[in-house]
């Protein structure tokens, strides 16, 4: 029995070998190359901070909100009410289009969504996680950028 405990165990542990989650410095690196470092005034500290609370860094994360009618797409969970596919599709693309690891599709609509009157303050896991932190330079911490 103390064997079958801690095999299941250890399943829980072991990440899927299709698991997208990417590296701290990888994320970093491509945001920059998107041109999110410092775009409308955030640092790229913030956008990695951003991306570690919505999503652990999974680009093909994907949250189904029942509560508020609405499901979270890619590294960023942008909802699909008003982002992409149904509702208004503001980004005018595909929610799939946002579960790509190459995040081109996430950044061009992360652009759209941050110059909205809110900012990155459309995500509430930014403004609770990483808006008023004084170490949010340890998001870049050892990544070559």
């Given amino acids: 029995m103390k064997a079958s405990v801690i095999l299941s165990l250890i399943g829980y542990l072991v990440a899927p070998s299709g698991a997208a989650i990417m590296g701290r410095c990888v994320v970093a690196k491509k945001l920059k190359a998107g041109g999110l470092d410092y775009f409308e005034g955030y640092s790229l500290a ?5 991306a570690y609370f919505e999503s652990k860094f ?5 949250y189904e909100n029942s509560q508020r009618d ?4 890619g590294l960023f969970q942008i909802p699909n009410r008003d982002w992409c596919d149904r509702g208004k599709n503001r980004c005018h693309m595909s929610c799939s289009a946002l579960l790509n690891p190459d995040l081109k599709k996430t950044i061009e ?3 759209k ?7 990155m303050g459309a995500w509430p896991s930014w403004s609770l996680n990483c ?4 170490t949010l330079m340890r998001w870049l911490d050892g990544c070559r950028l």
């Fill in 113 to 119: 969504i941050v110059k909205e009157k809110d900012g």
């Fill in 109 to 111: 609509c992360v652009k």
């Fill in 46 to 50: 913030n956008w990695v901070c951003l």
């Fill in 58 to 62: 999974n680009p093909t994360a994907v």
């Fill in 131 to 134: 808006q008023h932190s004084n």
């Fill in 70 to 73: 609405y499901t979270g797409y």
